[in-house]
């Protein structure tokens, strides 16, 4: 093969590591929906960036997110508070870089989804200019009809938006720029969209732990603080600032960019360590359906959650799923998901509970585990029954 082929896209590094593929068959993308292709990634030694083997050209990402990519639009209430909590965490980030008394007149939001996020912040700051930029007509469709007046959303990749000579204040981006094409050229349409004082604020799933934001199709990237540093440079973007954000949006990292590109260089191998832990979580996840289906050998078992945990199981461990008796959620809100039924959580705890699969993030799993040790249900995590056949 190419040597050239082989070299991380951001930092030209041939120190590059292919990672396990967690299905042979099939992957996800982030709504849910499955892919029949599998899923090869690299994780580069030297800046810690993960990409694709072969990454998904234009036509693949027009057809992930055409009308029916509806992520936005799942769970109302669950993106209402996303979207309070997202704008409180990017408000106190600015307070830092840009003083208390900050002030964002002009805003534009690249992927703007449902509109929840921008119109807060619109809200929030008192802004006089306001437009979202979003591909997907169904989103585009419905945050147009709760978008405050004169709010402008448009329908289209940010890498063709057209500013209409407006150089704003901010240009946000949450949970977008991992899905482009090509990181530089999407931080680009950032830079081009601000003025020459401005601020890009871009939050992306934070690339330096191994988490399951490395099992999406769609995220074609996963990024360090380094790695994104060099895509911004290639844009034209300086990192002024990042920050982890914390309590239900811990996970993820916040990057405050400016116009004007700085030097600077990542050190040799900085990232071994990261590859293989990445190596080992995408490996665990191979190894869940067997080890799943081995700890509950004639038995049934109930899967606690319905959300995105489910959707990977289903994706990458599906027997997991098609053994399973049935869902528990705390408040159901469809009676069945797929051919089993949805069990409000009382209403199992009543009868003769049988075992539970917890199919919740490693966030969320330490305090539903305590919470289930009170009823005497025994409960175990996919994840960590796959870790422990790794071990034996």
Not at 249 to 278: I, K
Request: charged residues 20%; negative net charge; aromatic residues 8%.
């Amino acid at each position: 093969m190419d040597q050239l082929a082989l070299a991380c896209p951001v930092c030209g590094s041939s120190d590059v590591v292919d990672l396990p593929v967690p299905n042979p068959t099939r992957s996800m993308i982030s709504d849910g929906k499955l892919m029949p292709r599998p899923l090869q990634r690299r994780s580069c030694k030297a800046c810690g960036y993960g990409f694709h083997a072969t990454p998904p050209d234009a036509a693949d990402l027009r057809d992930i997110y055409d009308a029916s990519y509806t992520i936005g639009l799942r769970d109302g209430q669950a993106e209402h508070e996303r979207a309070l909590a997202y704008g409180s965490q990017i408000s106190g980030i600015l307070r830092d870089v840009l003083g208390p008394d900050f002030s964002i007149s002009s805003l534009v939001e690249f992927g703007s989804g449902s509109g929840s996020l921008l119109g807060f912040l619109a809200r929030e700051w008192n802004c006089d200019v306001v437009t979202g930029v979003e591909p997907s007509a169904r989103l585009v469709e419905h945050s147009r009809r709760q978008a405050a007046p004169g709010t402008r959303i448009e329908e289209c990749f940010a890498e063709a938006f057209d500013p209409r000579e407006t150089a704003y204040d901010l240009c946000l981006s949450v949970n977008v720029v991992e899905h482009a094409a090509s990181p530089s050229g999407y931080l680009r349409a950032c830079r081009n969209a601000v003025s020459r004082d401005g601020i890009v604020v871009v939050i992306c799933p934070d690339g330096e732990r191994a988490t399951s934001e490395l099992l999406f199709y769609d995220h074609i990237s996963s990024f360090t603080v380094c790695s994104m540093e060099l895509a911004a440079r290639e844009a034209g973007l300086s990192l002024v600032a990042n920050a982890a954000l914390s309590g239900i949006l811990s996970g993820f990292r916040a990057y405050v960019l400016r116009p004007g590109a700085t030097r600077g260089d990542c050190p040799s191998a900085a990232r071994a360590g990261l590859a293989e832990a990445r190596s080992r979580f995408i490996g665990d996840w191979r190894r869940i359906e067997a080890a799943v289906l081995k700890v509950f050998e004639g038995r049934a078992y109930a899967i606690f959650g319905t959300g995105e945990f489910a959707d990977l199981l289903a994706a990458y461990s599906p027997a997991v799923i098609d053994r399973a008796r049935c869902f528990v959620v705390d408040a159901p809100l469809d009676g069945s998901r797929g051919e089993k039924p949805v069990v409000a959580t009382k209403a199992f705890l009543f009868g003769a509970p049988i075992p539970l699969l917890a199919a919740v993030n490693e966030r969320s799993w330490p305090g539903l585990k305590q919470r289930f040790a009170s009823t005497g249900t025994a409960i175990f995590h996919p994840y960590e029954l796959a870790q422990k056949r790794t071990a034996s």
